[in-house]
């Protein structure tokens, strides 16, 4: 049974850093595109990151771009997202996600992923 589990969510001032990890389980995803994506309340899940199943190219969200660090370590099956330079639109329940293995298409679309997590809580304070 294929699991995902985020962790390292939590409370930070405006302009810190949290480094969000999602560890698998079930099988292992070294073919498998990954994503993160957040919900902010009220809002649509929005796309926040992504690196291809090959590990050799990452998209960003503009929003993220030049402050967030998508990076996977397959030997431990575990995906994180470094974020520095934390503002409080940034707060939201964060998602990881993976594609289907030898995944080709988009990555920006929460419909191109067969796996979630449950999520982990962002809150930044002004």
């Known amino acids: 049974q294929v699991q995902l589990v985020e962790s390292g969510g939590g409370l930070v001032q405006a302009g810190g850093s949290l480094r969000l990890s999602c560890a698998a389980s079930?099988?292992?995803?070294?073919?498998?595109?990954m994503g993160w994506f957040r919900q902010a309340p009220g809002k649509e899940r929005e796309f926040v990151a992504a690196?291809?199943?090959?590990?050799?190219?990452?998209y960003y969200a503009d929003s993220v771009k030049g402050r967030f660090t998508i990076s996977r370590d397959i030997a431990k099956n575990t995906l994180y997202l470094q974020m520095n330079s934390l503002k409080p639109e940034d707060t939201a329940v964060y998602y990881c996600?993976?594609?289907?293995?030898?995944?080709?298409?988009?990555?920006?679309?929460?419909?191109?992923?067969?796996?979630w997590g449950q999520g982990t809580q962002v809150t930044v304070s002004s």
């Open positions: 690196i291809s199943w090959s590990g050799g190219t990452s």
């Open positions: 996600a993976f594609t289907s293995q030898y995944y080709r298409g988009s990555y920006y679309q929460a419909g191109s992923y067969a796996y």
């Open positions: 079930g099988r292992t995803f070294s073919s498998h595109g």
